[in-house]
């Protein structure tokens, strides 16, 4: 059997002791070494195993149009502080039926553990963080020990998580750990176990355990957050402040100056710490660490976010102002305050250049059927507001003549023409300025006309990746919506929903 050199050391350790005590009729105890008696520690009470901490692969498909689920449009990579590794927090727990975290018992926690101090750069190729040797004093790992992680959320160890079902239903309110003001600079992106996974106990006729040869697991994390990236298709003009665009069967001008994301889930309103998906969106239904659909395409399963209940017309126009504390600029006080910027990373599947708009969290909700007659509002779903300055081609005056006009002045709309004057029931548009929203998708379900199972919404995990592709009116003379059911408009913007993830290689020894 081999021992560990840990070991060893110990019982030289005692053999000196012994020594002292016969060559010098007992050194002074009290002054030299504990009163307590030494014995040695029975090698068979010390196991060791090792994590390997990886991320989701990369897969080749790249997919048009919002499929959503587990595949989505094709993988991407993480770039800057996306990937590093900081400190990991893993809780043990034996599943006596090798059902996981979905079995129906609850067994206690026989093991938590924090590894502080790390500083992981996720560096292409070698995206695997695998732990030294880890001392499991007393703890007996079989194939039956599973492991829940918890990376870059700190000492989770001092959360009072002493069950499974304490980690079944923990609440994290936080996704993003940073006070970075750019988002090129966040760091410390909070992820959780993405998969069930258990310990690999033997390897042939081997048992593993030792210093020299550990137990060893392979799991999969996922970031609690989503992003969001703009691809504007246009140049950015030389003073770096606008993108111009068209105006399909127009020659007017639409030029964008700011894009803000809005109704992004914030800390507050909290989020799962692991996903959880329901065919039919009930607590009954839960799956934890499941797939949202068998395969790439139409989803078959919600995820359900933190107060997917609630989230009805009824539950808005009674409580807008507890609604409004789960959102981070909710939508009804949104204001487009983030000027454009260049674009300046590159997406490798289409060579198209885009820029991070924004990071969020979960935030899903129910498709609308007969049980839920007004589900997926937009009060609800998350989106973006992109503000523009409008340039008419052709604008009138009182007298229904052509005049000229100069960008970034006032002017009237009304029955699809522009006066420079008020008019009965024309809308003002103060220094030539409106707005556009956007709804995010997350999956799409091919039917015109109806919302489908997770057809709006954001999910952990995903890169939400808007190309903003041309305009086809003048947009609304102010940034929220006055009905909590008004669709977005005069935009045409595709979108990609790309899994965010890592490639997976051998581990290396950190």
């Known amino acids: 059997m081999s021992v560990s050199v840990k070991y060893i050391n110990y019982l030289l350790l005692y053999a000196l002791s012994l020594l002292c005590g016969t060559m010098f009729f007992g050194c002074n105890a009290a002054d030299n ?16 195993i090792t994590l390997n901490i ?6 080749a498909n790249t997919r048009t149009n919002p499929t959503g689920g587990n595949d989505g ?8 502080n996306e990937n590093n590794i900081y400190d990991l927090t893993f809780f043990l727990y034996e599943s006596s039926t090798g059902d996981g975290i979905n079995g129906a018992e609850n067994p206690t926690i026989s093991m938590s553990h924090y590894i502080g101090g790390l500083n992981f750069k996720g560096v292409s190729p070698d995206y695997t ?11 007996s790992i079989t194939e039956n020990t599973y492991i829940i992680v918890v990376v870059n ?21 936080e996704a993003v750990v940073t006070t970075a003001t750019n988002l090129s600079d966040y760091t410390r992106f909070v992820m959780a176990s993405a998969t069930t996974a258990s310990f690999t106990v033997t390897d042939g006729a081997k048992k593993l355990g030792t210093y020299e040869d550990p137990a060893h697991v392979t799991t999969t994390v996922e970031r609690l957050a989503a992003r969001i990236d703009i691809i504007p298709r246009v140049a950015i003009d030389a003073s770096n402040t606008y993108y111009e665009y068209d105006v399909t069967g127009t020659s007017d001008k639409v030029r964008a100056t700011h894009i803000t994301s809005f109704n992004c889930w914030q800390p507050a309103g909290g989020q799962y710490l692991l996903k959880r998906v329901s065919s039919d969106g009930t607590e009954d239904n839960k799956v934890y660490l499941a797939k949202e659909t068998p395969d790439a395409g139409v989803q078959t399963n919600y995820v359900m976010s933190c107060h997917i209940a609630n989230k009805t017309l009824l539950y808005w126009n009674s409580n807008q102002s507890t609604v409004e504390t789960w959102y981070r600029n909710p939508i009804r006080t949104v204001s487009s305050s983030s000027t454009v910027q260049q674009a ?3 997406d490798a599947a289409t060579s198209k250049n885009y820029y991070i708009l924004d990071y969020t969290q979960e935030n899903t909700m129910f498709k609308e059927d007969i049980i839920h007659p007004e589900g997926q509002l937009n009060c609800y779903t998350t989106g973006i507001v992109l503000q523009a300055t409008y340039i008419p081609a052709t604008v009138y005056d009182d007298k229904d003549a052509v005049v000229a006009y100069t960008a970034g002045t006032d002017f009237y ?31 799409n379900d091919n039917v015109l006309g109806t919302m489908g199972l997770m057809e709006y919404g954001v999910v952990r995990n995903n890169i939400y990746r808007l190309e903003i592709n041309s305009f086809s009116g ?12 008004e669709d977005d408009e005069y935009i045409n913007i595709d979108i990609e929903v790309r899994p965010w993830s890592t490639r997976t290689h051998d581990p290396i020894e950190m």
């Open 153 to 173: 959320g700190g000492d989770w160890t001092t959360k009072g998580i002493t069950t499974l079902d304490n980690l079944r239903g923990k609440i994290t309110y």
């Open 73 to 80: 449009d094709g993988r991407e990579e993480g770039i800057n």
């Open 129 to 139: 963080y695998k732990t030294a040797p880890i001392e499991v004093k007393e703890i």
């Open 54 to 59: 990886s991320t989701l692969g990369v897969e």
């Open 344 to 346: 300046n990373y590159t």
């Open 413 to 443: 709309y009304l029955d699809g023409k522009f006066y420079n004057y008020t008019r009965t029931g024309a809308v003002k548009y103060t220094n030539g300025i409106c707005y556009y929203r956007y709804y995010i998708r997350h999956s």
């Open 33 to 48: 070494f504990s009163e307590e008696e030494i014995v040695p520690i029975n090698p068979n009470l010390r196991t060791y």
């Open 474 to 485: 003048v947009g609304h003379n102010k940034p929220d919506p006055e009905d909590p059911k």
